[in-house]
């Protein structure tokens, strides 16, 4: 019996070894897709031509308003060369899966406050690196539309652990 306990043990650890690993790898792609998401010489042009000026061009340029930029996209989705709809939903979609899989690695992430609260202070942190960085730009509706997807990650989590006990 104590055998069998140690094996359990043994292939749970290793499942979470696992989880961990495709956690870190899934904030590597989110980090290169959202921060790094130009070329390296675009890059190395960004760093290059940085100075003090770039943090007061970036605080002219961000969106302070909440929905201003929903609002925007939606009004204008039609026009051709606006990706409103992949921007929209892919600023939504990228963030379901840290909502899945927080909770599955940490264990007070399951409590759902708990997994917004490391979700928004995620996200915060990319905004702000953005603002200061000329990397992207600071946009308060990312920052929503992000903790929406870590919300519903969220809730997918639940509504599946739920379904997977019955088994």
């Not at 606006?82 to 007070?108: C, D, E, Q």
């Not at 920052?143 to 652990?161: E, S």
Request: overall charge positive.
């Amino acid at each position: 019996m104590n055998c069998l306990r140690k094996s359990l043990q043994k292939m749970k650890n290793q499942k979470n070894k696992c989880l961990l690993l495709i956690f870190i790898l899934y904030i590597l792609f989110v980090i290169k897709v959202i921060v790094f998401k130009y070329s390296y010489a675009q890059l190395q042009e960004i760093v290059n031509g940085w100075q003090k000026d770039v943090i007061w061009e970036g605080l002219s340029t961000a969106n302070f308003t909440p929905l201003k930029t929903i609002k925007m996209y939606i009004r204008y989705y039609e026009l051709p060369g606006i990706r409103s709809f992949a921007n929209l939903f892919g600023n939504v979609l990228i963030f379901v899966p840290f909502g899945m899989l927080l909770p599955m690695i940490h264990k007070a992430s399951q409590n759902i406050m708990v997994l917004l609260a490391n979700g928004f202070l995620f996200v915060l942190g990319i905004e702000v690196f953005q603002l200061f960085s000329a990397f992207g730009a600071f946009d308060v509706d990312d920052i929503m539309l992000n903790c929406l997807g870590v919300l519903i990650g969220g809730v997918l989590y639940h509504i599946l652990t739920r379904m997977f006990r019955k088994y």
